[in-house]
């Protein structure tokens, strides 16, 4: 019996006969960025309720890091798939990204900068600006921002980048080589190296390596070759779906493989778990791959205009303001009646709690912004007009 997820077609057919993309919308993508998000609301949730020697609690974390990877593959995968086939007016372009992330970014930094300094002791004012100018040149704000700082980065150098793509079309297998053996010796010289003396340049580098592209640059270069030859890469997705699924079986036995057996040999669950590690890289590409099936499968299966469609596509416009506020929502639940639920659930039902307690008012609170005129400022998003009500007459 056969594997393929995806429509048969007939036999003679070949990845060339996808149908050229237009600039439309790719359906696909919505799911993926929606299982994302979820995804690494999972990930905070559980590393904020968990023991961090939790060895289970380990284990699902280092699964769960693939989020990362697939932000990153998606954020060059869509902008390669808008600008492949249109100019690109470099200026425009980053002063609209970077207004778009940039501001929502600045405003997110103070919000939870504030929020640090609820019951801790109190900061100078020269303590306080120092402290929140740190916070905003690093992304060390909160332990998501680094994704807006990467992105924001990567925005200032995509139009180069589109050159180097448009100059290189032929030569694109060994561009991807050579960013995926950058992306290993970098992964490998923070894991394994020794730590150079913070005071030097390389040293204040090393310390900021989970805020700066060169951490990422592997996922950012293949979602946008794959976008570039977007054609293609759906064509090999749908031809190789059997692949795909034993190359996701196999990498995640190898990355729990590693996991406990970093585990057993001594190092600590929390550190075990690292997500800048070069053994990570095969789960890492692997997901990204599973998960972009999982998107054309649904893609083509789905009914035109029905609720599952309708469903995704709104989750997908709020997900980003979701994951902007959801760790104040995390934070919040741990602080109701004093840690009540924590100290009164299982850390299994407490973690479970705070997940929906999470989800659920980030939801609330985007739907309620993203009808504002703050939908800009605070999520990113273009405001959005309030749904019309049809009453039906008697």
């Known amino acids: 019996m056969s594997t393929q997820l995806l429509p048969a077609r007939p036999p003679a057919a070949s990845t060339s006969e996808v149908k050229p993309a237009r600039r439309g919308h790719l ?43 697939v932000f990153f593959f998606l954020t060059g995968f869509v902008l390669v798939f808008t600008y492949r086939n249109r100019p690109l007016a470099a200026g425009k372009f980053v002063r609209r990204r970077l207004a778009l992330v940039g501001i929502p970014y600045l405003v997110w930094t103070l919000a939870y900068f ?9 900061l100078t004012s020269g303590e306080a600006v120092s402290t929140l100018w740190e916070d905003v040149y690093r992304g060390i704000g909160w332990y998501h921002l680094y994704f807006l700082m990467v992105s924001m980065q990567f925005y200032v150098l995509f139009p180069l980048f589109m050159k180097v793509l448009r100059a290189t079309r032929r030569y694109h297998a060994l561009l991807l080589g050579g960013s995926l053996a950058l992306q290993v010796g970098v992964t490998a010289a923070l894991t394994y190296l020794p730590e150079p003396d913070p005071n030097s340049l390389l040293g204040q580098v090393w310390a900021n390596e989970g805020t700066l592209l060169t951490s990422y640059q592997f996922y950012l270069v293949a979602g946008c070759v794959a976008a570039f030859h977007y054609e293609r890469f759906q064509g090999w997705i749908r031809d190789n779906s059997r692949l795909v699924l034993w190359l ?21 669950p929390w550190a075990a778990t690292g997500v800048l590690q070069p053994e990570m890289i ?48 995390i934070w919040l639940f741990g602080r109701i009646g004093d840690g009540w639920f924590a100290q009164n659930l299982s850390p299994f039902a407490n973690t479970l709690a705070t997940y929906a307690f999470a989800i659920a008012c980030s939801l609330v609170f985007v739907e309620v912004v993203i009808h504002t005129p703050l939908s800009k400022i605070l999520i990113g998003r273009e405001q959005l007009p309030l749904p019309s009500l049809h009453l039906a007459r008697a």
């Open 114 to 122: 504030g929020i640090a300094q609820v019951g801790a002791q109190p």
């Open 27 to 69: 359906d696909q993508v919505d799911l993926v960025r929606v299982v994302t998000f979820s995804a690494v609301i999972a990930v905070h949730t559980i590393s904020e309720t968990s023991d961090p020697y939790n060895i289970g609690a380990g284990s699902l974390l280092s699964l769960l890091h693939f989020t990362r990877s």
């Open 282 to 329: 095969p789960w890492f590409c692997a997901v990204v791959l599973g998960l972009y099936l999982l998107g054309s499968v649904w893609s083509e299966r789905r009914r035109p205009g029905g609720l599952s469609g309708r469903l995704v596509s709104a989750a997908s416009t709020r997900s980003f303001g979701v994951f902007l506020v959801h760790p104040a929502f």
């Open 248 to 268: 996701l079986l196999g990498s995640m036995v190898f990355a729990e493989g590693w996991y406990f057996t970093g585990v057993l040999s001594g190092v600590d």
